[in-house]
């Protein structure tokens, strides 16, 4: 059974910092991608970022430059450190994982798309991030 479980949330004020964390369990596939998304209150859900395995990762114009995914394949941790953080950064953070097994094309296609979710199969249950100005 695969489980995510994202942690590191908080409050802080703007042009602060957090590093959120999204530990995963029986999620044991080589080829796969990796993916942050937020939703804030009455908006839809959007991504934000997304790593491959191969270690390719890309973003969404809003937090380019701010934000960085990053992971720990062996301790099987996904991580965004969010950076020059904005009240319009304030939302509820997922992590997600796409099926696995993903061709090199599907993978891109990902990388491509960090904003798509439909190709994300597995989801944490969030972890708030609110940013005061």
């Known amino acids: 059974q695969v489980q995510l479980v994202e942690s590191g949330g908080g409050s802080v004020q703007a042009g602060g910092s957090l590093r959120l964390s999204c530990a995963t369990s029986?999620?044991?596939?080589?080829?796969?991608?990796m993916g942050w998304f937020r939703q804030a209150p009455g908006k839809e859900r959007e991504g934000v970022a997304v790593i491959s395995s191969a270690g390719g990762a890309s973003y969404v114009d809003s937090v380019r430059g701010r934000f960085t995914i990053s992971q720990d394949i062996a301790k099987k941790i996904v991580y965004l450190q969010m950076n020059s953080l904005k009240p319009e950064d304030t939302a509820m953070y997922y992590c997600?994982?796409?099926?696995?097994?993903?061709?090199?094309?599907?993978?891109?296609?990902?990388?491509?798309?960090?904003?798509?979710?439909?190709?994300?199969?597995?989801w944490g249950q969030g972890t708030q991030v609110t940013v005061s100005s």
């Open positions: 997600a994982a796409s099926l696995g097994n993903l061709r090199p094309s599907e993978r891109s296609y990902l990388l491509r798309y960090p904003a798509r979710s439909d190709q994300y199969k597995y």
């Open positions: 029986g999620y044991t596939y080589s080829s796969y991608c």
